[in-house]
């Protein structure tokens, strides 16, 4: 296996959604739906990446990994054990739901996956926002007095984001985003997500929305008060290290700079801006492929290029 494994994306329909992935990663979306979500890299019952192009065109991610899960995860890779690391592509025409995902300690008993997630704002709009955290001060009874008279936008923490800023969205963490921002998501995989609020809206069916708001207040980390995003500078920095993965950034520019990334475990890399040469392949901007962990590739901009790489899930 010398070349990165790319997959088919499973795009979502979802109200909050648009058509900017057309036009942001020139993707061919499904025509006349609403689509939220680009499921790039999913290893769930219920969504199942697919290879595309290459040696295992057609087959699962879920196959190649029981087939040979050395080769593809690396040493001591328990076959049975699902891929860890969910990647999506968030197109947020309009304010998701106020939600939170159950931490670890509670989710077994909500009958739930706990889910910490990592945002990166490839573009957004001049006004765009996100909501993550509460408000210094907030407590959970005036959380639950402000559910009941529709004034719970007063408890939670709302700041501007700019493009290629990050922030870890951990279980626990009650958040929205604000209309007007393309996001990259890399998180745990897991489906599980309480919505508390969904500002009176009404769902594709034209029916409101369902809630969980017992969940989500059981699930609320109610000490978690105004985290920021962070705007890393240019080269290589961290963005998130958290147990549940790494997630690094690079820039490089095009034909000076490379990055080596070593055999040993696998490792996803999206290439959030421009295009890079990941051995024998060209992957370009709004793409994610797996590097197998029984091969090491050198990465090199072929334009400047920005790519983040996740490691550690395994």
């Given at each position: 296996?010398s070349k990165?494994?790319?997959?088919?994306?499973?795009?979502?329909e979802?109200?909050?959604?648009?058509?900017?992935?057309?036009r942001?990663?020139?993707?061919?979306?499904p025509?006349?739906?609403?689509?939220?979500?680009?499921w790039?890299?999913?290893?769930?019952?219920?969504?199942?990446?697919?290879?595309?192009?290459?040696?295992h065109?057609?087959?699962?991610l879920r196959e190649?990994?029981?087939e040979?899960?050395t080769?593809?995860?690396g040493?001591?890779?328990?076959?049975e054990?699902p891929?860890?690391?969910?990647?999506?592509?968030?197109?947020?025409s309009?304010?998701?739901?106020?939600?939170?995902?159950?931490?670890?300690?509670?989710?077994?008993e909500l009958g739930?996956?706990?889910?910490?997630?990592?945002?990166?704002?490839?573009?957004?709009?001049?006004n765009?926002s996100?909501?993550?955290?509460?408000?210094?001060?907030?407590?959970?009874?005036?959380f639950?007095?402000r559910l009941?008279?529709?004034?719970?936008?007063?408890?939670?923490?709302?700041?501007?984001?700019?493009?290629?800023?990050?922030i870890?969205?951990?279980?626990?963490r009650?958040?929205?985003?604000?209309a007007?921002?393309l996001?990259l998501?890399?998180?745990?995989?897991?489906?599980?997500?309480?919505?508390?609020?969904?500002?009176?809206?009404?769902?594709?069916?034209?029916?409101?929305r369902?809630?969980?708001?017992?969940?989500?207040?059981?699930?609320?980390?109610?000490?978690d008060?105004?985290?920021?995003?962070?705007?890393p500078?240019?080269?290589?920095?961290?963005l998130a290290?958290?147990?549940e993965?790494?997630?690094?950034?690079y820039?490089?520019?095009a034909?000076?700079?490379?990055?080596?990334?070593?055999?040993?475990?696998?490792?996803?890399?999206?290439?959030?801006?421009?295009?890079?040469?990941?051995?024998?392949?060209?992957v370009?901007?709004?793409?994610t492929?797996?590097l197998p962990?029984?091969?090491?590739f050198?990465?090199t901009?072929?334009?400047?290029?920005?790519?983040?790489?996740?490691?550690?899930?395994?």
């Open positions: 296996m990165p494994i790319y997959f088919k994306p499973i795009y979502q979802r109200v909050w959604g648009g058509r900017n992935l057309d942001a990663l020139d993707r061919r979306l025509d006349d739906k609403v689509i939220g979500e680009s790039d890299v999913v290893d769930r019952d219920e969504a199942m990446s697919l290879i595309e192009g290459g040696e065109d057609g087959r699962s190649i990994i029981v040979n899960p080769a593809i995860m040493e001591g890779y328990d076959p054990r891929f860890p690391i969910l990647v999506k592509w968030l197109d947020c309009d304010r998701l739901s106020l939600q939170v995902h159950p931490p670890a300690s509670i989710a077994p739930g996956e706990p889910k910490t997630e990592n945002w990166y704002i490839a573009d957004c709009a001049g765009a996100l909501i993550v955290g509460l408000r210094n001060g907030a407590t959970r009874e005036e639950e007095e009941e008279s529709g004034t719970l936008e007063a408890c939670v923490h709302r700041f501007p984001v700019t493009p290629g800023e990050s870890l969205v951990e279980s626990g009650i958040h929205a985003i604000d007007g921002n996001i998501e890399i998180q745990q995989n897991s489906d599980t997500t309480y919505r508390a609020y969904d500002w009176g809206r009404v769902g594709l069916d034209g029916s409101p369902q809630l969980h708001v017992d969940q989500s207040l059981k699930c609320i980390d109610w000490n008060f105004e985290p920021s995003a962070i705007k500078e240019d080269g290589a920095s961290v290290d958290c147990p993965f790494r997630l690094l950034k820039d490089l520019k034909g000076d700079d490379a990055i080596s990334l070593d055999a040993g475990a696998a490792r996803l890399v999206s290439v959030v801006n421009g295009c890079v040469r990941l051995g024998e392949a060209d370009p901007k709004g793409a492929v797996l962990a029984c091969d090491g050198d990465a901009a072929l334009e400047d290029a920005t790519l983040l790489v996740t490691d550690r899930f395994t």
